[in-house]
DNA sequence: CCGGATGTTCACCT
DNA sequence: GAGGTGAACATCCG
């Protein structure tokens, strides 16, 4: 599911969450701690603290902690780091009253929840609890990651911003504009869904594009984020119902092109996608 | 049965 | 160093 607008959504669950206090942390598998994390480990630096603010760049939520000694928030607390692969989902509360709202507003998500799929949680004080579920496995959990990994968060993007992480570079402008390293938060989907809104081709290199083009790209990719946030999840583009053999472009009828672009499969209208 | 899927990382090429 | 490819992860869907 994730990219940025699922995350953000993500987010918004995990607000639940914050200054309560940690009881217990259940690391049900020790592949999904990442970069050396220990169960031991996070139970020492989570047990008895609390998160007191829930952020996200790109499609990494980030929760920082209130360990309740020295430090004081805002800064220098350790950060618990949640990214959610392609299929995680991320929990608040299961079965309460909370949870089956947020299922409500999930209600998109053709991912299924079952328990034998539950990767990290984390229970609270008050009985409730926090989960990671992730049917492929292919999110984890961090302890302080880098924030150097992650280039600026594609939401809320400047112009000149663009422009400079697009740099002078002659890789196929989807390809570099789903670099996390580059930009933080765009995947397949939002990358396919921006580009055709702004007709520009997938393939061309991130270093052509003239300052109308460059105008234009930012102000889609913008504006598509945004909707695809309103609208619930990154899925619910334009594009996407086209997304398949034989689709047409929405805007003109034209027979779409699919084909790999960065690695990933790829549809572009090659009439106004220029 | 096979291929592909919203993501990331890594080994291995060119 | 820059890019590209394919594999791996585990499950579902067409």
Redesign the pocket.
């Known amino acids: 599911?994730?990219?940025l607008p699922?995350v953000e959504r993500y987010r918004t669950v995990a607000e639940s969450a914050l200054g309560r206090v940690i009881a217990e942390v259940r690391a049900f598998d020790a592949w999904y701690l990442k970069r050396g994390a220990s169960q031991r480990e996070l139970a020492g630096v989570l047990e008895g603290a609390r998160f007191w603010r829930a952020r996200r760049t790109?499609?990494l939520l980030l929760l920082d902690v209130d360990t309740g000694k020295g430090a004081r928030p805002p800064s220098d607390g350790p950060v618990l780091g949640l990214?959610f692969?392609?299929s995680g989902t991320l929990l608040v509360d299961a079965g309460s009253a909370t949870e089956r709202a947020t299922e409500d507003q999930l209600a998109y998500s053709?991912?299924?929840v079952l328990p034998?799929w539950d990767r990290f949680a984390l229970r609270f004080e008050d009985g409730g609890e926090m989960r990671v579920n992730d049917?492929?496995?292919?999110g984890g959990v961090e302890l302080d990651p880098d924030p150097r990994?992650l280039g600026p968060d594609a939401l809320g993007l400047s112009l000149s911003g663009l422009r400079a992480q697009l740099g002078s570079?002659?890789?196929?402008l989807k390809?570099r504009l789903m670099d996390?390293s580059r930009l933080a938060g765009v995947?397949?989907?939002i990358a396919d869904e921006a580009l055709w809104r702004a007709g520009l081709d997938p393939r061309r290199s991130a270093n052509s594009l003239d300052l109308a083009q460059m105008r234009k790209l930012q102000r889609h990719l913008r504006k598509t984020i945004d909707d695809l946030i309103l609208r619930g999840?990154?899925?619910h583009g334009d594009l996407m119902p086209a997304r398949h053999l034989d689709g047409r472009c929405p805007k003109d009828g034209a027979r779409l092109t699919r084909g790999?672009v960065?690695?990933?499969?790829t549809y572009w209208c090659s009439i106004h996608q220029i």
């Open positions: 599911m994730p990219e699922e790109g499609k990214h692969g392609m053709s991912h299924k034998g049917a492929r496995r292919l990994r570079s002659s890789t196929p390809a996390q995947g397949n989907l999840g990154s899925h790999k960065g690695g990933r499969t």
